[in-house]
C-alpha cells in the first residue's frame, strides 16, 4: 500500500513548497520581481499583468513548462474565455498538465488519470473483499450465538 502511494503524484505540484516560496523570496530581494513571462518577453511586467498573479517571479519552471505545452498567447486566451472567479483554476489545471507533461513526455495527464484509475481499482476490489469476509465472520459469531453448532465442532466457513 506505502509503495502504491508513493507513486501517486502529488495532485497540484503548483502549490507552493518551502524551497519555491524561498525562491520566490529569493527572487523578490534580488529587485527582479518581473513574472516568468514578462521577463521571458524581456518585457517590463506592469501592474494589472494578466500572467503574474499565476507565474510569479522565483516559478521559473512552471512557467517554461507551459510555455512549452501551450504558448503564451493560448494561455492568454484560456484566461479570456472563462470567468474571472475561474481563471485561478484554469491556470492550475494549465500548470498541472504542463508540469505532468514535463515529467512524462508520452504520458502526461492521460498516465496520471490511469495510474489513478488502477488505483481505485485494486482499493475497490480489496474493500469488497474485506466486505465479504466481514459478511463471514459476523455468520459465524451469529451461528455460535445461536448454538447452531451441533457437535460443537467449528465448521469452516472459508473465511
Ligand atoms: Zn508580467
Known sequence: MNSLTSKIPNPNPSSLSPAVISSTAA?????????CSCRHQRRKCVSGCALA??????E???FENA???????KILRILELVAPDQRAAAMRAVIFHAN??????AGGCTRLISDMQRHIDRA????????QQINCFEMQMAA????TLSDGA?????C
Open 100 to 105: 505532468a507533461r514535463s515529467r512524462d513526455p
Open 60 to 62: 521559473e519552471a512552471n
Open 144 to 147: 455460535a450465538a445461536a448454538n
Open 67 to 73: 510555455h512549452r505545452i501551450f504558448g503564451v498567447a
Open 27 to 35: 527572487a523578490a530581494n534580488s529587485g527582479s520581481t518581473a513574472c
Open 154 to 158: 467449528a465448521l469452516d466457513w472459508g
Open 53 to 58: 498573479p499565476y507565474f510569479p517571479a522565483g
Open 124 to 131: 475497490r476490489a480489496e474493500l469488497h473483499r474485506i466486505n
